[in-house]
T-cell receptor, first 113, second 109 residues
């Protein structure tokens, strides 16, 4: 069966510090991978998605970046965090033949102080 | 990519049936309609998916009219544990999956 893991689960970082969130998927190959962010009390904002190794599509221009160094690994990064980067970050995957069903990780809660 | 519109919030009482409607006027021929449920501090989880007419599973029913420009998620006899945010998502093997604002359902005792 397929599983998805992301870490760390909780992170408190000062403004201007770097960020690295990691997501890995097991039990499937060549999945589509997604990073979403959810601010407090708000909906899901699509940040990045990837259809293959090294292929990243950015949806919202900001100080975040994403990379996919391996087929089942997706990393969200920032060189300098802003207060507005605080939120709940969710990684998700979708199979190539899927009709739209996404499977989400446990989420990473980031607080920027 | 079909844009979706849902009510921001709904209130209900335990034991009642709840119907949440999603509008997707520019749905494409191949698009499927998928509904998710999200609890606080958790990722959304799949509830039900359909293409046309009616789909039913152990937790919900999904009604899709012939023109497919809207869909209705029906939750029978809700309980307090159904308090959550519900999202509809429209697409077919689409790479770019954008969620709408979702509907915040509050169930009261």
């Amino acid at each position: 069966s397929q599983t998805i893991h992301q870490w760390p689960a909780t992170l408190v970082q000062p403004v201007g510090s770097p960020l690295s969130l990691e997501c890995t998927v097991e039990g499937t190959s060549n999945p589509n991978l997604y990073w979403y962010r959810q601010a407090a009390g708000r909906g899901l904002q699509l940040l990045f998605y990837s259809v293959g190794i090294g292929q990243i599509s950015s949806e919202v221009p900001q100080n975040l970046s994403a990379s996919r160094p391996q087929d089942r690994q997706f990393i969200l990064s920032s060189k300098k965090l802003l207060l507005s980067d605080s939120g709940f970050y969710l990684c998700a995957w979708k199979g190539l033949s899927s009709t739209g069903e996404l499977f989400f990780g446990e989420g990473s809660r980031l607080t920027v102080l | 990519l079909a844009k979706t519109t849902q009510p921001i919030s709904m209130d209900s009482y335990e034991g009642q049936e709840v119907n949440i409607t999603c509008s997707h006027n520019n749905i494409a021929t191949n698009d499927y309609i998928t509904w998710y449920q999200q609890f606080p501090s958790q990722g959304p989880r799949f509830i039900i998916q359909g293409y046309k007419t009616k789909v039913t599973n152990e937790v919900a029913s999904l009604f899709i009219p012939a023109d497919r420009k809207s869909s209705t998620l029906s939750l029978p006899r809700v309980s307090l544990s159904d308090t959550a945010v519900y999202y509809c998502l429209v697409g077919y093997n689409t790479d770019k999956l954008i969620f709408g604002t979702g509907t915040r359902l509050q169930v009261f005792p």
